[in-house]
Nanobody, 123 residues
Framework: QVQLVESGGGLVQAGGSLRVSCAAS????????MAWFRQAPGKEREFVAG????????YYADSVKGRFTISRDDAKNTVYLQMNSLKPEDTAVYYC????????????????WGPGTQVTVSS
């Protein structure tokens, strides 16, 4: 019902910043909480950040708290992840997903996923 596509990934030096975006199509974008996950090769998909449907609350993994900021612009059907003070361990494919309810850090509680965008942080 909601189609998602990420953009803005790329190569950045450690300590640098990058903003990735997720553009949504569909009529119900504003009804969903949204989240960013990431997955490195050979690793499980990991919750990074989430934002409720009305933007009133945000959630962050401990590993990114204070460095990353999630936001949404419902008028543009877009969710963002601003990443500052990037570290090599942030290197992964970043995915956005639409929340269908339940725990935020469980990928099975998300019904729509984008194809991902690669973020690589060099040391």
């Amino acid at each position: 019902q909601v189609q998602l596509v990420e953009s803005g990934g790329g190569l950045v030096q450690a300590g640098g910043s990058l903003r990735v975006s997720c553009a949504a199509s569909g009529r119900s974008f504003s009804s969903y909480g949204m989240a960013w996950f990431r997955q490195a090769p050979g690793k499980e998909r990991e919750f990074v950040a989430g934002i409720t449907w009305n933007g009133g609350r945000t959630y962050y993994a401990d590993s990114v708290k204070g460095r990353f900021t999630i936001s949404r612009d419902d008028a543009k059907n877009t969710v963002y992840l601003q990443m500052n003070s990037l570290k090599p361990e942030d290197t992964a494919v970043y995915y956005c997903a639409a929340h269908t309810g339940g725990s935020w850090n469980d990928p099975t509680n998300f019904g729509s996923w984008g194809p991902g965008t690669q973020v690589t942080v060099s040391s």
